[in-house]
């Protein structure tokens, strides 16, 4: 089992800057793919923006050129930094991390518990 714990979320005015951070329990460098996921009230989980073990990065359209995901393998960290943050940014985010089991190839998926990011006009 793994725990992933995130924090550094919190209220901002518009056009500020957050930075997000998920720590997990041990080594992170057996993840495929690490991610956060943003869920506003009353809409869906989506995907923000995820890293692969390798550094390839994926980014929702709507934060493109505003956010930034890394991973620092020596602190078994994950970050989110969030620059030119819109009130549409607002919401709880989840931090995920998949890992594909051997010699099985059975996908697991762990959560954090989220933080909430508040962004006001």
């Known amino acids: 089992q793994v725990q992933l714990v995130e924090s550094g979320g919190g209220l901002v005015q518009a056009g500020g800057s957050l930075r997000l951070s998920c720590t997990a329990s041990?080594?992170?460098?057996?993840?495929?793919?690490m991610g956060w996921y943003r869920q506003a009230p009353g809409k869906q989980r989506d995907l923000v923006a995820s890293i692969t073990s390798g550094g390839s990065t994926n980014y929702a359209g709507s934060v493109k050129g505003r956010f930034t995901i890394s991973r620092d393998n020596t602190k078994n960290t994950l970050y989110l930094q969030m620059n030119s943050l819109e009130p549409e940014d607002t919401g709880v985010y989840y931090c995920?991390?998949?890992?594909?089991?051997?010699?099985?190839?059975?996908?697991?998926?762990?959560w954090g518990q989220g933080t909430q990011v508040t962004v006001s006009s």
């Open positions: 995920n991390a998949e890992a594909i089991g051997s010699p099985s190839g059975r996908r697991y998926d762990y």
């Open positions: 041990r080594t992170i460098v057996s993840f495929s793919t």
